[in-house]
């Protein structure tokens, strides 16, 4: 019969105690303290307990689906299922007082005029993506840039057309300054890849933040910084090489993921140390369901309602997006708002962190030391001890027998089989979907 390892090697993320194992640490005595009074637990609490171990772990999960729900509704349909123009900014060159009035007329609210001098700048402006579209009223002329945003460079001219024609101008003419390649038919390709990116990101640091609590900083940026290298490199060869939506760029875009899902993961691995394995809700409200509308990928912010049009500021899918466009396309603002962005969340995930895990280990040592725990524990606990029973029963079932250390020991006697293995395979036994414990008063003897 074998027995119990006890020098295995140490295999966890804990500093040592070196002072327990010398004479003064043996010498000194730990006072014995009275344990900590029984948790009061309240009625529903009580009742829940009462419920399947399985069923309470699937219950309190079920906050995840309604989640999605409710995230979905009040940001994606919210923000999608009317987007107005408003505030479209619009490089007028020179001035034509007759057009700006019969626009305000027509469609207040809508579009604000911009006089500029120099073509040139008015063109620089419109591929930088700080103004729509350009109008020379002189030459009847507009200037936009697809790459930039598809939808604006197909919705404004048109609308701005019909308000022209309705004065009495002839239909101006439309020069594409910036045109979108092929493989990018409606310039989705950068919003999705964002997207991607984000998911990636978030999802690394959640994980860390739900099942690696004791692991030290160094750890989980470890882990962070290798999933995120491993992440872009995916992302980028399945949409540039694999996929063909992205030609070219590979190394630059794997530099730029890499950058931004560290940043993210950085920022929700903080955020863990406070909202625990609620962690899903803060990452996907803060860089999915708030960064996606806001981003300017799918419709531009002056398309989109408040709060999304203002978070266009702020979000990391707008920078994520404009960085994507301005390195594949040569379109939209520089770098620098990308990387001045990735830098402040990555930053807030540092302070996060170093204040989290304080908070952390204080919030714990309070939960041992008053024997408190929470309804998940609870749950987890419940489920692992009515496994432990079902493994011996099933083992009976099968003529076996485990040990305290671990050994199977065979069942000898010929009629071990239980009838309760027998039943549909979908269904569980004959008597339902979990079997009764199996008769204590069996008789087994080991070999």
Known sequence: MSTPRNDRPRNNDLPDRAAAATGAGRARRTPRTAPPPKQQLGRYRRWYA???????????????????????????????????PHDVPVALIGSDP?????????????FVFHSYDSLVAAKRDVLAGSMAVAYDPSTNEFWKASAHQFQVASLVPATLTAVLTGLGVASPKVTELAPLPAWDEYGTVPMYVMLAWCIGGYMVAMFIGIMGGPLRHRTRMAVIVTGGLVISLITNTLAGPVVGAIHGHFVPLVLIAWGWIVAIGLAVNGLSYFVGRFIAA???????????????????KWFMPEPFAWLNNVVVGSSMVDMIKHQVYGVGPGPARGLLTMACYALAGLVLMYFGKKWWERRRIRAIVTGRTTMFQDANTANREFLGRERDAELERHGLTSTATGTLQVVPDDGWEDERAAGDVFTGGRDGLENEPVNPHRQQSGR
């Not at 995230?71 to 009317?82: K, P």
């Not at 007759?98 to 809508?110: C, I, S, Y």
Request: hydrophobic share 55%; aromatic share 14%.
């Open 50 to 84: 009462t419920l399947h171990p399985s069923l309470q772990l699937i219950g309190l999960q079920l906050w995840m689906p309604l989640f999605f729900i409710v995230g979905f509704c009040l940001c994606y349909v919210f923000a999608f299922h009317a987007p107005h």
């Open 98 to 110: 007759t057009l700006v009035a019969a626009v305000q007329q027509a469609l207040p609210g809508e």
């Open 282 to 300: 803060p990452a996907m409200i803060c860089f999915v369901f708030l960064s996606m509308p806001s981003s300017g990928g799918a419709y531009p």
